[in-house]
């Protein structure tokens, strides 16, 4: 009984590390990329298979020190991801002027939920600056009209599927307009807004289509790529949100941030999960707000579910000025070249250029 216990975890540990380490290979596979996301549930995994084999190494080490072995190996491989991902409190700042604020509040709705009356208070009661709704329907465009009163400037966007998208803003907006990124058929936010101080600053909200496991990622990724363009070719510093249906250390997401100098407020604030609201273990974070050098992070907070099987995201943050003020993205010709490989592949119009 102890021997088929002992194979048991065994293969156990064999499988949870084979899912730990095959995202680790550059493919836009989607089934390989989908095994980036439980990386906090393949840890905690792991962990326990690793504590639950020690009893059985002194009887039967042959088998049992190898499956420890890589046990360590996988747990050390997601431990090295997830390490920025815990709340230091690294990059934000106490206090900011009220004319440098901006607060961005984003929702997932869940096209076919009905249970529009606590986002609709939440975002009343949190009084964001910038609203961006996604998977919103004819439905949604009638029960988010409340909000109008507060957030007069908005852009919207019905698909009679899963990317309808609506936005509003309490600020000004500037050469506001919807766009298809990457010649996807997903509707992307992409406008200037105009802070109270009196600059401006850019932003993007998009919410690309997860690919079918057997699909490739390529049309996810043109499009987080589309919107590294778009924010490389202005000189405003920006922010970029949405569901991005990414956790934030997958090889497109760092990428992304790279090429176009975003920070993610999660590091220094821990793994605020977003999804799935339904499950008390099954949780990543797919919903992001993103922003350029030149922004501090005052708070990262998770609101309360509504019914959507994601939560709201409200993330607060500060323009800074001086030399906290200026942007520093990393400019790498290899990045380049291989966004510009996925954006020709998907048929997207849209290239980077090395600086």
């Keep these: ?34 095994l980036d996301f439980p990386r906090l549930p393949f840890a905690g ?50 206090e900011c002027p009220v004319e440098r604020r901006l607060s961005v509040l ?27 709704a996604m998977e919103t329907d ?24 899963y990317y309808g998208i609506h936005f509003f803003s309490r600020l000004p907006l500037v050469n506001g307009g919807i766009r298809h990124l990457a010649g996807q058929d997903t509707p992307a936010v992409v406008t200037g807004v105009t802070l109270r101080s009196g600059e401006v600053i850019d932003f993007v909200g998009l919410h690309p289509k997860p690919p079918q496991p057997w699909q490739s990622a ?10 590294a363009a778009v924010l490389r070719d202005r000189v405003e510093p920006g922010v970029l949100a949405g569901d991005l249906n990414a956790t934030p250390w997958e090889i497109a997401v760092e990428r992304m941030a790279r090429l176009s100098g ?34 501090a992070t005052l708070d990262v907070e998770r609101l309360d579910a509504f ?16 030399e906290r003020g200026r942007m520093t993205p990393q400019r790498d010709a290899d990045d380049v070249a291989a966004a510009n490989a996925v954006l020709a592949a998907a048929g997207a119009t849209e290239r980077l250029q090395p600086r």
């Design 1 to 34: 009984m102890k021997a088929l216990a002992r194979y048991a975890l065994i293969l156990l540990a064999a499988i949870l590390a084979a899912a730990s380490l095959v995202p680790l290979i550059p493919t836009e596979w989607w089934a390989v990329r989908l």
């Design 106 to 132: 984003i929702a997932n709705v869940q096209l076919g939920n009905r249970n529009a009356a606590p986002l609709v208070e939440a975002v009343g009661r949190e009084e964001p600056d910038l609203f961006l």
């Design 307 to 322: 019914g959507s099987d994601h939560v709201p995201l409200l993330v607060r943050l500060c323009r800074q000025t001086g």
């Design 138 to 161: 004819t439905w949604w465009d009638e029960a988010l009209k409340p909000v109008l009163a507060a957030m007069p400037h908005a852009l919207q966007r019905i698909t009679g599927s």
């Design 45 to 94: 995994g792991l962990l326990a298979v690793g504590l639950a084999l020690f009893p059985f190494l002194r009887g039967a080490p042959g088998s049992t020190l190898p499956a420890l072995a890589l046990v360590t190996l996988a747990l050390a491989v997601n431990a090295w991801i997830l390490w920025p991902y815990r709340p230091t409190g690294g990059m934000r700042v106490e």
């Design 262 to 295: 975003l920070i993610d407020p999660r590091r220094g604030y821990g793994y605020v999960a977003t999804w799935n609201a339904h499950s008390s273990w099954i949780r990543w974070p797919l919903d992001h707000v993103f922003h350029e050098g030149g922004f």
């Design 218 to 227: 390529r049309g996810r990724d043109a499009q987080l790529y589309a919107a």
